[in-house]
């Protein structure tokens, strides 16, 4: 894989034998403002993510990492280059089917939870079904049984503001998994939690994400959770500039046969 740039080295791709491929990008750009403001996000951004994976994306700030996740959930139209996503394209897509295809395929977790205070968590988390036209009663029933599986089965009924941060951010992740996407984009989901929770974090979404064959890009800064990455891609100046293995397959199998996240 090499980047579009001449002045950017080859890019190793630490390739997951095996695996199909669920996310492939290939000479992406993206481009703010025009003229003289113009600034150049991504400079042809080559890169793929497999099934079942958890890959993170890492790299200072301003380098093109949330630009990147933003084009690869469909939330940010690219200006130039090819981006299927679970064989689709968006640029191919009218707004309304591209609406409809990410509210099925793609589940989303931010460092703010976003959660909203009024609401039981349960009804925070059943908001992406009903969103997809769900019934009430079987979005929060799939609700009740996704927070069950976080380990928050008996806090359904509780408002937000009753969890601590790692309560929050489990049901963030629940309410990010209960349409049951394919590819989950989670956007620095550690940054606001100590290192144990974030840590306990971590090891929930492999766990979850092992469970249900999930494709994981994880944009962070928190160089405590790159152990749980099977690949950890580098970003610089709006270039993929290297892609390493990581050790997360080994910290899913120890997670697995501890009950690890439980």
Do not use: W
């Amino acid at each position: 894989m090499t980047s579009a740039s001449t002045n950017v080295p080859a890019v190793p791709t630490a390739a997951s034998p095996g695996r199909e491929i669920a996310v492939r990008c290939r000479a992406v750009t993206k481009t703010y403002g025009t003229g003289n403001s113009a600034v150049k996000a991504l400079r042809g951004v080559d890169i793929d993510v497999h099934s079942g994976e958890l890959l993170m994306l890492v790299g200072p700030s301003g380098c093109g990492k949330t630009t990147l996740i933003s084009v690869i959930a469909g939330v940010l139209d690219r200006d130039g280059g090819e981006c299927t996503v679970l064989g689709e394209d968006y640029a191919r897509m009218r707004s309304d089917a591209k609406t409809t295809f990410r509210g099925r395929n793609v589940g989303f977790v931010f460092q703010a939870f976003n959660l909203i205070p009024t609401l039981t968590i349960a009804e925070n988390v059943s908001v992406p079904m009903l969103i997809n036209g769900s019934p009430r009663t079987a979005a929060m029933k799939a609700a009740k049984d996704m927070l069950a599986q976080v380990g928050l089965g008996e806090r359904v009924n509780d408002i937000p503001s009753r969890l601590s941060g790692g309560q929050q951010q489990r049901v963030a992740i629940a309410r990010a998994l209960v349409h049951q996407p394919r590819l989950l984009v989670c956007d620095e989901p550690t940054s606001a939690l100590d290192h144990v929770t974030g840590q306990k974090v971590m090891e929930l979404l492999r766990q979850v994400a092992s469970a249900h064959e999930l494709s994981l890009v994880v944009v962070t800064h928190d160089q405590r959770i790159f152990e749980f990455a099977d690949r950890i891609a580098e970003m610089d100046d709006g270039h993929i500039m290297r892609i390493t293995a990581g050790s997360g397959h080994k910290v899913a199998a120890h997670g697995a046969a501890t009950g690890a996240g439980r």
